[in-house]
């Protein structure tokens, strides 16, 4: 294998940039956790994690103070093979119910920001309060334990509340992403057998009305299963409030029949219990229903914000995302579990302005922000000047996810975000696992780029093709031991699907499919997905690498590395780049991103094209979709594109192609 030194990654000067302090250290969640552990270091602690992953998960959820409604008689059980770990046995566990257990009842527990300015504020007592009156509502419209219900909407207080009262009431849901077409929403409601669906009217984004309910009623009119729909006036004055369809109902009309004050008593609940179903594209085949229980993903959430993130009671979270992006259901457990304070945004992140994320965060004194790097490369077009118009004093920790940083918005989210002093904490996993599988925590350095370690608890390795353990070269990033917020299987049964997809590519182990190094510092490094692979005679290069020397031409703001059949090679690469505003285009440009891939990957990696295009096609947590872009070039089948946030892209790449 062919592979660039990762810490090419960073700039020259590859030593870490950030080291926490003495006193956070010791004052943070993780050092103390480490303490009351008896471990004597992260690293012994780590260790035991992975050698006995029933205590250390026992350990964690103690250390988590979450609210059993009944303690278990054993943490974790693998008597069906760890594919199939069951945990919490003998114990009850309703996450919704621990979310709004009564704790600091006038603490802030949500704010909610509208494009058009308007807010909403819910201490932590009137949240548990709204939460019941849901549950009650949904129950009378015939929701109740296992109902099947699909949420359609942007980020508002009553998507928080749905999700809380629909764990209450011990149903499951999916949550959807708001800006899709109504074929896609479709796909979900019918693949889900969805007898209720949850939307909105509409909402705004960069000003303009989405008629969010026309794509609901669209998607439902092909759904056959579909009995009720509670639709959220967000706007006003869409819905004709005269003749409602049978089995619509408007969630304010059904709220107000519940007398205020009204509680809603969660029934004890297995912790194998699912709550939700979250649908992720694959890159061939329909979209997976990964299944998550009520003591699985809102326990590996929590665990993930205190370890890795330091959220702590009274902190304020504000991660950019839609609730059919994971981060979303993510954010709602882990604040509302740890008893933080969740901030929401319904709409886009630089309008009217292109300081509206900074503004927002001073605003409501944001200390955890959450961005992808696609969201910071698209911020830095505007400048240094809408960061420094605002007060950030408030932050505290910085955290991305959803794709691989390269340098220069890394430095810049590090130097302009955090004034140089707060830790990025990278972070990466998926809907499958509940959250992250490498992460950087808060008691070691920080390098640019980098991971610093496998989340605490995660027995996670890079491996070889025999499964054995690699140090200083590129292979599969693997997990070796089960932990509680694995995904039980797909939704529908479909057993084999879900052992092929992540267990029977190497015995005994979690295979996701990223191709990972561990340098001889300790550092990670993700390179790209596995299944993006280019072999370029006879040699395997991660997209990422080739990307990342492309992005070091200055006039380059992003580009994705794809292989094309090649006579000679079998595959060559084709680099399809974006280039700053200004940029002039030409064949010199051309030539000099070509030379940078020869500089460092070598001559036979040089492109056999450099095509220049207007954007690339991208999920809405960020991620780009290198297949999408191949076969769209190649002018094949693309497959799925229900996740795609910018289609057109697809059209503009499928032009050049042609060419």
């Known amino acids: 294998?062919?592979?660039?030194?990762?810490?090419?990654?960073?700039?020259?000067?590859?030593?870490?940039?950030?080291?926490?302090?003495?006193?956070?250290?010791?004052?943070?969640?993780?050092?103390?956790?480490?303490?009351?552990?008896?471990?004597?270091?992260?690293?012994?602690?780590?260790?035991?994690?992975?050698?006995?992953?029933?205590?250390?998960?026992?350990?964690?959820?103690?250390?988590?103070?979450?609210?059993?409604?009944?303690?278990?008689?054993?943490?974790?059980?693998?008597?069906?093979?760890?594919?199939?770990?069951?945990?919490?046995?003998?114990?009850?566990?309703?996450?919704?119910?621990?979310?709004?257990?009564?704790?600091?009842?006038?603490?802030?527990?949500?704010?909610?920001?509208?494009?058009?300015?308007?807010?909403?504020?819910?201490?932590?007592?009137?949240?548990?309060?709204?939460?019941?009156?849901?549950?009650?509502?949904?129950?009378?419209?015939?929701?109740?334990?296992?109902?099947?219900?699909?949420?359609?909407?942007?980020?508002?207080?009553?998507t928080v509340v749905a999700v809380l009262a629909l764990g209450k009431l011990r149903a499951i849901f999916t949550p959807i992403f708001s800006g899709y077409a109504a074929p896609a929403v479709a796909t979900r409601l019918r693949a889900f057998e969805a007898t209720h669906l949850i939307t909105a009217d509409g909402f705004r984004r960069r000003g303009q009305l989405v008629p969010l309910k026309a794509t609901a009623d669209e998607a439902v009119a092909q759904s056959p299963a579909i009995e009720r729909v509670v639709v959220v006036e967000r706007i006003g004055g869409i819905v004709d409030h005269r003749g409602l369809p049978a089995g619509v109902t408007l969630w304010a009309d059904a709220i107000a029949a519940v007398p205020p004050g009204t509680t809603y008593a969660a029934g004890e609940t297995d912790p194998e219990t699912p709550y939700m179903v979250i649908y992720t594209s694959g890159t061939t085949g329909a979209p997976k229903g990964t299944v998550h229980v009520h003591g699985g993903f809102p326990v590996k959430t929590a665990q993930d914000l205190a370890h890795t993130f330091d959220l702590r009671r009274g902190d304020s979270l504000f991660w950019f995302t839609d609730l059919g992006w994971m981060m979303g259901p993510w954010a709602i457990a882990g604040s509302q579990l740890l008893g933080a304070r969740l901030v929401i945004y319904e709409g886009a992140p630089d309008y009217p302005g292109p300081d509206r994320i900074w503004s927002l965060v001073a605003r409501h004194r944001v200390t955890h922000l959450g961005v992808s790097p696609t969201l910071i490369r698209a911020l830095i077009a505007h400048g240094e000047g809408?960061?420094?118009?605002?007060?950030?004093?408030?932050?505290?920790?910085?955290?991305?996810?959803?794709?691989?940083?390269?340098?220069?918005?890394?430095?810049?989210?590090?130097?302009?975000?955090?004034r140089g002093q707060l830790p990025i904490v990278n972070y990466s996993g998926g809907t499958e696992i509940s959250g992250g599988i490498v992460g950087c925590n808060l008691l070691r350095p920080i390098r640019p780029t980098s991971f610093n370690g496998p989340c605490v608890g995660m027995g996670v390795d890079v491996v070889g093709p025999d499964g054995q353990s690699l140090r200083g070269d590129v292979g599969e990033l693997?997990?070796?031991?089960?932990?509680?917020?694995?995904?039980?299987?797909?939704?529908?049964?479909?057993?084999?699907?879900?052992?092929?997809?992540?267990?029977?590519?190497?015995?005994?182990?979690?295979?996701?499919?990223?191709?990972?190094?561990?340098?001889?510092?300790?550092?990670?490094?993700?390179?790209?997905?596995?299944?993006?692979?280019?072999?370029?005679?006879?040699?395997?290069?991660?997209?990422?690498?080739?990307?990342?020397?492309?992005?070091?031409?200055?006039?380059?703001?992003?580009?994705?590395?794809?292989?094309?059949?090649?006579?000679?090679?079998?595959?060559?690469?084709?680099v399809l780049a974006i280039l700053r505003p200004g940029t002039r285009p030409d064949d010199l440009l051309r030539s000099q991103i070509a030379d940078l891939v020869v500089r460092d990957l070598g001559k036979t990696c040089r492109p056999s094209a450099v095509i220049l295009v207007p954007d690339l096609p991208r999920t809405r947590s960020g991620k780009i979709m290198r297949r999408v872009a191949r076969a769209a070039f190649l002018g094949t089948d693309p497959g799925d594109l229900s996740a795609l946030e910018n289609p057109a892209a697809v059209d503009a790449i499928a032009a050049l192609g042609r060419r």
Do not use: C
């Open 478 to 574: 693997v997990i070796r031991t089960p932990w509680p917020g694995m995904t039980r299987g797909f939704w529908g049964g479909d057993d084999d699907r879900y052992l092929d997809a992540y267990w029977r590519r190497m015995e005994g182990l979690w295979v996701h499919g990223d191709w990972a190094l561990v340098d001889d510092d300790g550092y990670w490094y993700l390179l790209g997905r596995s299944d993006d692979t280019l072999k370029i005679a006879g040699k395997r290069v991660g997209p990422a690498e080739v990307e990342a020397a492309a992005v070091a031409h200055p006039a380059v703001l992003e580009a994705a590395a794809v292989g094309v059949p090649d006579q000679l090679k079998g595959e060559s690469i084709v």
């Open 1 to 158: 294998m062919h592979h660039s030194d990762p810490r090419t990654f960073a700039r020259p000067d590859s030593d870490a940039v950030w080291r926490p302090s003495a006193e956070l250290i010791s004052d943070s969640r993780l050092g103390r956790f480490v303490r009351a552990s008896g471990a004597p270091s992260l690293d012994a602690l780590q260790a035991r994690a992975v050698a006995e992953p029933g205590w250390f998960w026992g350990a964690a959820m103690d250390d988590l103070a979450l609210t059993w409604q009944r303690r278990p008689t054993a943490v974790l059980d693998v008597g069906r093979g760890i594919p199939w770990a069951r945990w919490w046995t003998g114990g009850a566990f309703n996450y919704a119910a621990a979310a709004t257990d009564g704790t600091d009842p006038g603490a802030e527990a949500l704010v909610w920001e509208g494009e058009d300015g308007s807010l909403r504020r819910l201490t932590r007592a009137e949240l548990a309060s709204e939460v019941d009156r849901a549950a009650t509502m949904l129950a009378g419209q015939g929701v109740g334990a296992r109902s099947r219900v699909a949420i359609l909407l942007p980020m508002l207080v009553e």
């Open 386 to 418: 809408p960061v420094r118009a605002h007060d950030l004093a408030s932050l505290r920790v910085l955290g991305s996810t959803g794709e691989p940083w390269n340098p220069d918005p890394w430095w810049w989210y590090f130097r302009e975000v955090g």
